[in-house]
């Protein structure tokens, strides 16, 4: 038999909460880290490129609007108080 009551076959001690961690840093550890599955890191790419696409195609529309005569976006320029500048 055991001398700790806690720890009999494949119980281990279970870790304990410090009562107070107010304004403490979590405990770093130095080691080996995760690292992400292959698999994951190109489904982001691919995900990465789509989204740089949409983008550049929505830049295009947004271009194409503007610099057309009547286009309904246009570029405001703020107006340049003389008073408040130095």
Do not use: W, Y
């Not at 304004?23 to 489904?43: E, L, N, Q």
């Amino acid at each position: 038999m055991t001398q700790k009551q806690s720890q009999f076959k494949g119980q281990g001690k279970k870790k304990t909460i410090p009562p107070n961690r107010h304004g403490k840093a979590p405990h770093v550890r130095k080691g080996k880290r995760a690292v992400k599955p292959t698999k994951f890191t190109k489904d982001m790419d691919a995900d990465k490129e789509l989204t740089k696409f949409i983008n550049q195609c929505n830049e295009k529309k947004a271009a194409s609007l503007a610099s057309k005569e009547g286009g309904d976006l246009s570029i405001l320029k703020a107006d340049v108080d003389p008073s408040n500048s130095n």
